[in-house]
T-cell receptor
Framework: SQTIHQWPATLVQPVGSPLSLECTVE??????LYWYRQAAGRGLQLLFY??????ISSEVPQNLSASRPQDRQFILSSKKLLLSDSGFYLC????????????FGQGTRLTVV | TQLLEQSPQFLSIQEGENLTVYCNSS?????LQWYRQEPGEGPVLLVT?????EVKKLKRLTFQFGDARKDSSLHITAAQPGDTGLYLC??????????FGAGTTVTVRA
């Protein structure tokens, strides 16, 4: 069966510090991978998605970047965090065939102080 | 860009009551998914609807897709506290993207 791992679960970082969130998927190959950000109690904002190694599509101009160095690894990064980067970050994968049904990780609660 | 509108934003009911939440768009959906999210966790897929007029049931949850595929509803019968959560609809504007509505926060009081 497929599983998705996302870490860390919580993170408190000072303004101006770098960020690296990692997500890995097991049990499937060539998945579509996604990073979303969610404000408290609200919907999901799509930040990046990837349909293959090295292929990244950015949805929203921002202080963040994403990379996919391996087929089942997706990384969200920032060189210098802003207060506005605080939020709940979710990684997800989908099969990429037919209509897209996504399976999510447990999320990372990022607080920039 | 197709916008998904969900209503109401918040819904609080007593255990045993029924509730309906809605998802609407100005454009036709290719397919639509419903997810439920509990606090501090990722959303979990409940159902995917594809055909106009389609009705799917999942225990006490009934999902309906409008005939014109521009709207969908989720009805919960005899709600229980375990139904509490954020209900999100999502659609595929293309083969890769998955876009979400703002969600409806449902609270079922015991």
């Amino acid at each position: 069966s497929q599983t998705i791992h996302q870490w860390p679960a919580t993170l408190v970082q000072p303004v101006g510090s770098p960020l690296s969130l990692e997500c890995t998927v097991e049990g499937t190959s060539n998945p579509n991978l996604y990073w979303y950000r969610q404000a408290a109690g609200r919907g999901l904002q799509l930040l990046f998605y990837s349909v293959g190694i090295g292929q990244i599509s950015s949805e929203v101009p921002q202080n963040l970047s994403a990379s996919r160095p391996q087929d089942r690894q997706f990384i969200l990064s920032s060189k210098k965090l802003l207060l506005s980067d605080s939020g709940f970050y979710l990684c997800a994968w989908a099969t990429g065939t037919g209509y897209t049904e996504a399976f999510f990780g447990q999320g990372t609660r990022l607080t920039v102080v | 860009t197709q916008l998904l509108e969900q209503s109401p934003q918040f819904l609080s009911i007593q255990e045993g009551e029924n509730l309906t939440v809605y998802c609407n768009s100005s454009s036709v959906f290719s397919s639509l998914q419903w997810y439920r999210q509990e606090p501090g966790e990722g959303p979990v897929l409940l159902v995917t609807v594809v055909t106009g007029g389609e009705v799917k049931k999942l225990k006490r949850l009934t999902f309906q897709f409008g005939d014109a595929r521009k709207d969908s509803s989720l009805h919960i019968t005899a709600a229980q506290p375990g139904d509490t959560g954020l209900y999100l609809c999502a659609e595929n504007p293309n083969d890769y993207k998955l876009s979400f509505g703002a969600g409806t926060t449902v609270t079922v009081r015991a």
